[in-house]
C-alpha cells in the first residue's frame, strides 16, 4: 500500500477508560480519514484532514471522539469513557495514486478495540 | 439508509469458475466506484476501481462493470482461486481525490473450494 501504520493493532480496554489510537502515514500525503468498521459491517466514515485542518468531522457518534493531526502527518484518534458500543476495528486511510495510476485509498492495518 | 448495498452476505464458488459479486447504490452523485477486499486482522485491500465515465475496467482477472441507469456494479474475478477467498467491499465516492471519503457497503463473503 502507501505505507500507513497504525498503532496499537489491538487494544482492551475497561468501560469508563480513556483510548487513544495513532495512525501514521509516510510523508507527503494532505488528506487523511478515520473510519469504524463494527462487526460484520462495511467501514464507517467517521473524520478527514487536509493537513491540519480537520475539514469533516460529521461521521464522529458523540462528543466522547475526538481526532487531531497538528503537524499534519500523524493522527491521533482518542475516545474518551470508552463503551462497549465502541467496540470496532478503526482504520485510517489516505487517498494516493496506484502504479496504474487509478486514485485509491489505502488503508492501514486498523486497531482492534474491544471495550469490557 | 444505506447507500451502498451488497445484498449478498456470502458466495461460494468453485475454483476456476467465475465469481460475480453485485453492489447497488442509491445516491446519483456517486461518480467514483471501487472494489476492497479484506481478509482478517488485515485492512482493506484496494482491488480495482471505476470512474462513472466508463462502463467497464479490467485488470487480470478482475473486471468491474457499471450500470448507471440501474445504480448497479459488479465484480467479476475469472478464474476464481481458493486465495480468493475474502470478503469483498463496494465503496462508492461523489468527490473523486483528496476531498472524498468512502461510502462502503456491508461486504460479500466469499468462498473459492478447491
Known amino acids: 500500500g502507501a505505507g500507513v501504520s497504525q498503532s496499537p493493532r489491538y487494544k482492551v480496554a475497561k468501560r469508563g477508560q480513556d483510548v487513544a489510537l495513532r495512525c501514521d502515514p509516510i510523508s507527503g500525503h494532505v488528506s487523511l480519514f478515520w473510519y469504524q468498521q463494527a462487526l460484520g459491517q462495511g467501514p464507517e466514515f467517521l473524520t478527514y484532514?487536509?493537513?491540519?485542518?480537520?475539514?469533516?468531522k460529521s461521521g464522529l457518534p458523540s462528543d466522547r471522539f475526538f481526532a487531531e493531526r497538528p503537524e499534519g502527518s500523524v493522527s491521533t484518534l482518542k475516545i474518551q469513557r470508552t463503551q462497549q458500543e465502541d467496540s470496532a476495528v478503526y482504520l485510517c486511510?489516505?487517498?494516493?495514486?496506484?502504479?496504474?495510476?487509478?486514485?485509491?485509498?489505502?488503508f492501514g492495518p486498523g486497531t482492534r478495540l474491544l471495550v469490557l | 439508509d444505506q447507500q451502498v448495498k451488497q445484498n449478498s452476505p456470502s458466495l461460494s464458488v468453485q475454483e476456476g469458475r467465475i465469481s460475480i459479486l453485485n453492489c447497488d447504490y442509491t445516491?446519483?452523485?456517486?461518480?467514483?466506484f471501487l472494489w476492497y477486499k479484506k481478509y482478517p486482522a488485515e485492512g482493506p485491500t484496494f482491488l480495482i476501481s471505476i470512474s462513472s465515465i466508463k462502463d467497464k475496467n479490467e485488470d487480470g482477472r478482475f473486471t468491474v462493470f457499471l450500470n448507471k441507469s440501474a445504480k448497479h456494479l459488479s465484480l467479476h474475478i475469472v478464474p476464481s482461486q481458493p486465495g480468493d477467498s475474502a470478503v469483498y467491499f463496494c465503496a462508492a465516492s461523489d468527490r473523486r481525490g483528496s476531498q472524498g471519503n468512502l461510502i462502503f457497503g456491508k461486504g460479500t463473503k466469499l468462498s473459492v473450494k478447491p
Open positions: 486511510a489516505v487517498w494516493a495514486l496506484t502504479s496504474g495510476e487509478e486514485e485509491t485509498q489505502y
Open positions: 445516491n446519483s452523485m456517486f461518480d467514483y
Open positions: 484532514f487536509q493537513n491540519e485542518a480537520q475539514l469533516d
